[in-house]
């Protein structure tokens, strides 16, 4: 399969959070930060059932836009699975159990930014390049 040019903004986001739904991720939440942050444009963030479950959403994400021709800047938590950090530069995938995400409420730190909650691929069409 010949590579084309890597991934970018909206396009990257969609296919990570393509791969986090065929992971069986839940409860993905899309924030856009790119009014509000010089972090990320996005964050991508989702729950695993268990650590297990997070390692292989982590690597389902970063398998599929390895294929396309996009490479992390810098994962981290992957050994240990409970919240493995994916860093695309402009989008951030973040891939939490849920009492880290309780605990941690990144979502409540980027509260004024728009959020889409994403149960499906349908929910994709709503969101703006």
Excluded at 50 to 57: D, L, T
Excluded at 71 to 99: C, F, K, N, S
């Amino acid at each position: 399969m010949a590579r084309g040019a890597a991934l970018e903004g909206a396009e990257l986001v969609d296919a990570a959070v393509r791969s986090a739904l065929d992971k069986k991720a839940e409860n993905i939440v899309l924030l856009d930060l790119r009014s509000r942050s010089g972090v990320a444009d996005w964050f991508v963030v989702c729950d695993s059932d268990n650590p297990v479950h997070g390692r292989a959403i982590a690597d389902g994400i970063a398998g599929q836009l390895s294929a396309r021709g996009t490479h992390p800047w810098h994962i981290e938590g992957q050994e240990q699975g409970r919240w493995v950090l994916l860093d695309y530069t402009d989008v951030v995938v973040h891939v939490m159990l849920p009492d880290l995400r309780r605990y941690y409420q990144l979502e409540s730190l980027w509260k004024d930014c728009p959020r889409f909650a994403i149960a499906g691929e349908a929910d994709l069409s709503r969101i703006a390049p």
